[in-house]
């Protein structure tokens, strides 16, 4: 598959990045060749497979539903936010 | 042109787990900002999420109470999209494998399809300032239950019987508070209208933001209009498009929410943090066993207690009214006058003063007192709506409120007719005038009667009485 200025244009607002004009030639030679390599997988033959999300035979584990909280995390993370107020995270507005 | 009104219905219910669905993160409501944090909902880099086994147990409850198939593997996947409220730039739902799928509830008697309910993480709230947002994260990650429904409903009106029979069924088995208010249960609907008789489906539009049932009846009202004339005017294909648009209980409006349908690409993939949930036979079958549901309720109720089909529906409408009837029943109070009393006189009371059941002054031991003593004809009827409305004020037993205001029924003939001689003897003319043939004065000697009592006499009694004593 080819990455092609249109999409990478897509990638980009998806992302929220923002690709340097000089740099997009590179990028997207590198982006076409990870989904090459990727494709190399389409060479198996999975027909007949049951569908799997993961290589592996076991099932997540469950936690049981009890409260476990520390409330300086919370507290050390918004003091180390680039911005807040109180205990709130302040970010531009949004609406 | 005739339409038919096309309507399927996105619930969001917040699970009632005390921790949230990745973290042991409590779930609570208004605590201080960021407080009910850790790595794992703030998205630091490097924490892993762990299921609560919980919201699983709640998602099955669910899934049995519409009739739908438990998926015994089910997996959550990625949606990315960017918004301050979501710390990871990803929500992990489930898309390609919900946990339930395929049910249907009734609402008055048709069959509304459920096509899918499946497990997420709801966001953060953002608080908008006038320059600036702020973000608390104290919500991020806690568990919902989103059900979709089939694009079954045909009107305002269904769409509101079909929510209202969720709202009741999530009560019963008790997997959310399903508070509208505090936004426990959310609806976006997505409506579309076609010409009669038309088989297809129509563009759809999909109405967020709207938080309680009048609202989403008045934004879906809206909603068909502004498409019914857009199809009239000619327009339909440029003003109906397939978007999101926000409703505005203010104005009573929709208007459109996203400008570029680009940032909808959600990107969905499965979530690599996670492997497959596998439910197993004995979790199946304990979290399959629910309560009565509504409908079962009210079938019991016509059945066992001989209530009216009406009656019945009323009082099994919501868990809270359902317990309060059965507590009075089981208390010793009479089927007939426990329904009247409950539906009639305190819920009318209650409406008035804007209060739900679970915040009525009296509670059910006191309401089921106040009707055994009018069973029992210690007080008649129209005295035990004043004690009502004293009981609504005033946190007095009923025998207090009965004596406090002196509405003890007569029942004593000697008293009765103590009263009785002294009206008579008052209106000896018009005694004169009954027996000579006015006999239409009789009521007007029953209620000078009642009056002298004060209204605690026992009419029945006094009928009779006066009846032998002008003979």
């Known amino acids: 598959m080819v990455i092609d200025d249109k999409l990478l244009s897509k990638l980009e607002e998806l992302s929220h990045l923002k690709v340097a004009p000089e740099k997009r030639e590179e990028i997207k030679e590198e982006l076409s060749n990870i989904l090459n390599f990727v494709e190399n997988l389409n060479q198996l033959d999975t027909d007949g497979l049951p569908d799997k999300f993961s290589m592996r035979d076991t099932y997540s584990h469950l936690r049981d539903d009890n409260i476990e909280v520390d409330k300086n995390?919370?507290?050390?993370?918004?003091?180390?936010?680039?911005?807040?107020?109180?205990?709130?995270?302040?970010?531009?507005?949004?609406? | 042109m005739e339409f038919e009104v096309v309507i399927g219905l996105e619930v969001h219910v917040q699970l009632n787990t005390k921790t949230k669905l990745f973290c042991s993160c409590p779930t609570s409501f208004n605590e201080k900002e960021n407080s009910n944090t850790c790595p794992t909902c703030l998205a630091l880099p490097g924490a892993l999420p762990v299921i609560n086994r919980e919201a699983i147990h709640k998602a099955i409850q669910f899934g049995t109470?519409?009739?739908?198939?438990?998926?015994r593997y089910s997996k959550f996947d990625r949606k990315n999209y960017f918004y301050p409220d979501l710390p990871s730039g990803y929500q992990i739902s489930q898309f390609y494998k919900p946990i339930v799928e395929n049910g249907y509830i009734e609402v008055n008697g048709r069959k509304i399809g459920i096509v899918r309910a499946h497990l997420e993480a709801d966001a953060g709230k953002n608080i908008h300032e006038s320059n600036y947002s702020k973000v608390d994260l104290n919500r991020a990650g806690t568990p919902l239950l989103e059900i979709v429904s089939a694009p079954d409903l045909r009107s305002s009106d269904e769409a509101i019987e079909y929510l209202k029979k969720l709202h009741s069924i999530v009560r019963y088995?008790?997997?959310?508070?399903?508070?509208?208010?505090?936004g426990s249960f959310r609806c976006d609907a997505n409506v579309s209208i076609r010409p009669k008789g038309d088989t297809k489906l129509y563009t759809r539009v999909e109405i967020k933001n709207i938080n309680s049932f009048r609202f989403i009846q008045?934004?879906?009202?809206?909603?068909?209009?502004?498409?019914?004339?857009?199809?009239?005017?000619?327009?339909?294909?440029?003003?109906?498009?397939?978007?999101?648009?926000?409703?505005?209980?203010?104005?009573?409006?929709?208007?459109?929410?996203?400008g570029k349908e680009e940032s909808a690409d959600y990107r969905y993939f499965p979530e690599p943090d996670l492997l497959e949930v596998y439910i197993d036979d004995e979790t199946l079958e304990t979290y399959s066993k629910i309560p009565e549901l509504p409908d079962e309720k009210a079938e019991r109720f016509q059945t066992e207690l001989g209530l009216s089909e009406y009656d019945a529906k009323v009082i099994s409408s919501s868990i809270e009214l359902a317990n309060f009837f059965e507590e009075m029943i089981n208390s010793g109070a009479s089927v007939k006058n426990s329904v009247t009393w409950l539906t009639v006189e305190l819920l009318g009371r209650l409406n008035k003063n804007n209060l739900p059941i679970t915040s009525s002054p009296i509670s059910s031991s006191k309401l089921s007192d106040l009707?055994?003593?009018?069973?029992?004809?210690?007080?008649?009827?129209?005295?035990?709506?004043?004690?009502?409305?004293?009981?609504?004020?005033?946190?007095?037993?009923?025998?207090?409120?009965?004596?406090?205001?002196?509405?003890?029924?007569?029942?004593?003939?000697?008293?009765?007719?103590?009263?009785?001689?002294?009206?008579?003897?008052?209106?000896?003319?018009?005694?004169?005038?009954?027996?000579?043939?006015?006999?239409?004065?009789?009521?007007?000697?029953v209620g000078q009667v009642m009056k002298a009592s004060r209204g605690s006499a026992n009419p029945q009694k006094v009928n009779e009485l006066l009846r032998s004593k002008l003979s």
């Open chain 2, 65 to 71: 109470a519409v009739n739908a198939s438990i998926n």
């Open chain 2, 173 to 182: 088995i008790d997997i959310s508070d399903a508070n509208m208010q505090e």
């Open chain 2, 371 to 445: 009707v055994k003593a009018i069973d029992n004809k210690t007080i008649s009827g129209k005295a035990g709506k004043d004690i009502l409305d004293y009981l609504m004020e005033h946190d007095i037993s009923v025998d207090e409120a009965i004596e406090k205001l002196g509405l003890k029924q007569v029942n004593d003939d000697s008293a009765i007719l103590k009263l009785i001689d002294e009206v008579l003897s008052k209106n000896s003319d018009k005694v004169e005038e009954y027996k000579q043939g006015k006999t239409k004065l009789f009521g007007f000697f």
């Open chain 2, 218 to 258: 008045r934004a879906i009202d809206y909603e068909v209009e502004r498409q019914i004339e857009a199809w009239e005017d000619g327009v339909y294909e440029d003003e109906v498009i397939q978007e999101t648009r926000l409703y505005d209980s203010v104005k009573n409006e929709t208007r459109s929410m996203r």
């Open chain 1, 73 to 95: 995390i919370g507290k050390s993370v918004v003091e180390n936010s680039p911005k807040y107020q109180d205990s709130s995270f302040v970010v531009p507005r949004i609406v």
